[in-house]
């Protein structure tokens, strides 16, 4: 009765307010609830579209912004408040359609609002530091700049530069790179994603054509480019708009070589000027230079590799090798192969292996930095180093080494290195007899039988469509096969001749059954089977077999955990178990590993997780008393929608003594995040608070004890839609290094920073600070119970606040932030060197009525060009 009275009154609240608005959501209930429905489904196709291209990594010219992953965590958010509101709907009745159609409305906008989000993926073009002819570049921007142009055709031997001209102009632009195996479905496809589009794989390329050339169109003026074209095509076929007669013309632009003059300056920007003062030097380098023929990518490598060599003699030997590689070439290309090699030949054999290995990758892929040293240290090609880590160290280095010789490229802004075309050529070159690389072909079959001989060593078939390896390759044997990588593989035929086999990576594919002989690879290091949707189990007794297993990764349910105590080597782990069981099984061996990652769930469609050192408890049932190990060095914990448990001291935090970010969302009977007494969480610096509907505090306090100290490394938080919680921090917590404090819908909330009565009591009238040196950001919406943000007489010293916003807090009358970063001009305006940025407040008249104080001038008059209303 008394949920009933709420109700209406709610309702004559609500009519009162804005009567147009109650007949409009009553009315348009329906539309509403269809509107959310489609801005939920939206919001979940954009962020799979992400994740896939996080994963994925194909699309040269895409990358995630620094901020993606709060993107990802706003998704979650959105799609958390979603299912309450949806729950609501469900649970709603007729009387108050009014009220609920409201709250639909404001969670479609908030769902809408992320999915147009423009900062999440950006085209950002990596530009070498390599010098180019000014008077080409230029000439090709005054052409794309003017009316009279449609299209240029910029040619030029491998390694002159052509690419490195575009990127240095264009910005805001469609980028492809064609590459030399030309495929003209791939090809449309990658300028539709470009444009954040799709093409359907089932229609024919004409169709294809047709529906790409209506996108271009529809984007008005851009440009297009097409790197690293090989070959000629039709424009119509593709489906790639051709200037006309009457607004653009054909021509081709070539790119010359260097003037030795030119190609002097972009040696000794990479070598070092230091090297000038040595007259006999000097004229040896320019020798050197010479027989690179004017080509920026011999230059730069000859550069990489004579770095710091000060030594005649040194340069002579260089000088005699380079001729002898290049004597009686005519093609120049020819000549930038030369240099590759001689580059080559200098390394250390550990750093030629690993430069070698990238070639496994399909043309023009960007390859991150943590994935490819992580296969080095599978094939063993950094191994006997001791830890892991020490490893991991190593591999570093050697790709700094390899990008300071200009045999892989850095890319800007990201984590990742690319293979120059050439470079590439040349490793596949000196590999013909070792590697069968067909990445990115576009394969449908596997390749011819006389391709594959019997010194193979390492097969790349990635990003092809190749469903089986046919039952007539039975026979074949490999004896020096190390790796074999595969994708969108049904079946493959028996592995149990493949003795040598470190590495088998069937990530994504689509296999049904594990291969037979998979036991019998008794040096298999590396396993992955991420993804392979279609593959239920492996059968009992095959991982026990596979003792020198150090990666290990699945995503189905793995229904014994006995086997996996068994892998003494076993170091990055990436499973599923389907109950707290298997997980202690599994822990309880209770080794430390490098990187972990599992899920504890009986939910079979659970998207797989992407961060590493995490355990994520999802819809199981915890209860007080339950026993629960966890792995030594997990840095995250997460429960989702998990019953039975009141606070997080019920799964045992005793091992978890390096845990940085802590979960909990939906977990309908959570009381508490953590009791005083327990010591836990000192390095914590992320704690999200989500759809907790009984959380009441963040540490339960018991007689006597104190809760001084607490989260004294916590950087952000976040709490939503927790409704009993009246209390947010106790005054006496250290938040000094708290960066972000983002909190909403929490109905109840009554106070952020609260003291003891006995402290606030025995008081006195001074100003008292509660210190937020590095608080950047702080959110407050809907807290329609809030009353004030700390005590009458205390003040927030925030000393780095960039960001603020305040909406629907009716009772908040007082704003208590002290600001001593900001100071005003003569003319009282807000100093350049103010590193407040925005403040966001709503409604109005909330904000003109609402008390700041500041100690030397009128805060609300100074920040005012910074406000903005909602």
């Not at 919001?43 to 620094?66: I, S, T, V, Y």
């Not at 802004?413 to 040349?426: A, Q, S, T, W």
């Not at 069937?506 to 008794?522: A, F, N, R, T």
């Not at 972000?740 to 909330?749: G, K, P, T, W």
């Amino acid at each position: 009765m008394a949920e009933l009275i709420g109700h209406i009154l709610d309702v004559i609240k609500f009519i009162s307010r804005n009567a147009s608005k109650y007949l409009k959501f009553q009315r348009k209930f329906t539309e509403y609830v269809d509107d959310f429905n489609q801005a939920q489904a939206d919001l979940r196709a954009k962020e799979a579209d992400f994740q896939q291209q996080l994963e994925d990594e194909h699309h040269f010219g895409k990358m995630p912004k620094q901020e993606v992953k709060r993107w990802f965590e706003k998704v979650e958010q959105k799609l958390g408040h979603a299912q309450h509101v949806e729950d609501k709907i469900s649970k709603g009745k007729y009387l108050f359609r009014s009220c609920l159609g409201k709250l639909v409305d404001e969670a479609t906008q908030a769902m809408k609002e992320v999915v147009n989000d423009p900062s999440t993926i950006e085209v950002n073009l990596p530009t070498p530091e390599v010098v180019v002819a000014t008077n080409v570049r230029e000439e090709i921007y005054q052409y794309l700049m003017g009316d009279a142009v449609g299209l240029v055709g910029v040619w030029g031997m491998g390694g002159i530069g052509k690419t490195t001209i575009m990127k240095d102009k264009f910005r805001k632009l469609i980028w492809v790179t064609v590459s030399q195996v030309f495929d003209i479905r791939k090809l449309q496809k990658d300028i539709a994603s470009q444009l954040e589009r799709n093409l359907s794989d089932d229609e024919n390329i004409i169709v294809r054509a047709g529906k790409l050339s209506e996108m271009l169109r529809g984007e008005m003026r851009y440009v297009l480019i097409l790197d690293d074209v090989w070959r000629s095509f039709s424009f119509e076929d593709v489906g790639i708009l051709e200037p006309i007669t009457t607004n653009g013309c054909k021509l081709k632009v070539k790119v010359p070589c260097f003037s030795m003059e030119e190609a002097m300056n972009l040696f000794l920007s990479k070598a070092g000027q230091d090297m000038l003062p040595n007259p006999t030097l000097e004229s040896l380098m320019e020798l050197a230079v010479r027989e690179c023929g004017g080509l920026p990518l011999a230059v730069v490598t000859l550069a990489g590799c004579m770095r710091g060599k000060s030594n005649p003699c040194m340069w002579e030997d260089a000088i005699e090798e380079l001729r002898g590689n290049i004597r009686n070439i005519n093609d120049m290309e020819d000549k930038v192969y030369g240099c590759l090699k001689f580059s080559y030949d200098r390394l250390q054999r550990i750093d030629q292996d690993c430069l070698l290995y990238c070639a496994l990758y399909p043309e023009d892929d960007v390859i991150d930095k943590d994935e490819i040293i992580e296969k080095w240290m599978e094939e063993g090609l950094i191994d006997g180093m001791g830890s892991r880590k020490a490893m991991e160290g190593s591999g570093h280095s050697i790709l700094q080494k390899l990008e300071e010789n200009c045999l892989l490229e850095r890319v800007q802004d990201r984590p990742c290195i690319k293979m120059h075309d050439l470079v590439r050529d040349m490793a596949l070159h000196i590999t013909r007899k070792r590697f069968l690389v067909k990445a990115g072909m576009q394969l449908e079959e596997v390749p011819n039988m006389e391709e594959w001989g019997e010194d193979l060593e390492k097969v790349s078939l990635m990003e092809n469509s190749i469903s089986t390896i046919p039952q007539t390759m039975k026979c074949l044997k490999f004896p020096k096969l190390t790796a074999l990588g595969c994708w969108n593989l049904r079946s493959l035929p028996c592995l149990s001749k493949l003795q040598a086999l470190k590495k088998l990576d069937l990530g994504g594919s689509g296999i049904e059954k594990i291969p037979q002989g998979l036991e019998m690879l008794v040096n298999l290091r590396y396993l992955n089977l991420k993804r392979t949707i279609r593959l239920t189990g492996i059968p009992t007794g095959t991982l026990s077999k596979l003792c020198r297993l150090q990666y290990w990764a699945v995503h189905f349910k793995l229904e014994s955990a006995e086997e996996l105590r068994e892998l003494n080597k076993l170091e990055v782990f990436e499973d599923w178990f389907h109950n707290v069981c298997g997980l202690n099984t599994f822990a309880s061996k209770r080794k430390t590993l490098y990187k972990l990652s599992i899920l504890v769930s009986e939910i079979t469609s659970v998207r797989p997780l992407v961060f590493s050192n995490v355990v994520r408890f999802k819809g199981i049932k915890i209860d007080v008393g339950d026993e629960i190990i966890l792995p030594y060095g997990i840095k995250e914990l997460s429960l989702l929608e998990c019953r039975g448990v009141r606070s997080i001291n019920d799964i045992g935090l005793r091992d978890a003594t390096d845990l940085k970010k802590c979960e909990l969302r939906g977990c309908s009977e959570l009381e508490s995040v953590i009791s005083s007494h327990s010591d836990q969480l000192q390095k914590l610096e992320s704690l999200d608070l989500i759809e907790l509907e009984n959380l009441k505090v963040i540490v339960e306090v018991g007689a006597g004890e104190s809760s001084v100290g607490r989260f004294s490394s916590l950087k952000e938080i976040t709490l939503w839609n927790c409704d009993k919680i009246k209390k947010l921090f106790s005054a006496d917590w250290v938040l000094s290094n708290l960066e972000v404090m983002d909190v909403r819908y929490c109905s109840e909330l009554e106070e952020i920073i609260t003291e003891s009565e006995k402290k606030r009591l025995g008081s006195s009238n001074d100003t008292f600070k509660f210190p937020f040196p590095k608080l950047r950001r702080l959110e407050l919406g809907k807290l329609v119970q809030l009353q004030r943000i700390c005590s009458e007489n205390g003040v927030m010293g925030c000393d780095s606040l960039q960001s603020i916003t305040i909406s629907y807090c009716p009772k908040l009358k007082r704003i208590p932030l002290y600001l001593p970063q900001l100071e005003i001009d003569d003319e009282g305006k807000l100093s350049p060197s103010n590193s407040l940025q925005r403040i966001q407040v709503y409604p109005i008249d909330w904000w003109e009525a609402v008390e700041w104080e500041h100690p030397n001038f009128n805060i609300k008059n100074v920040v005012r060009p910074l406000k903005e209303i909602w």
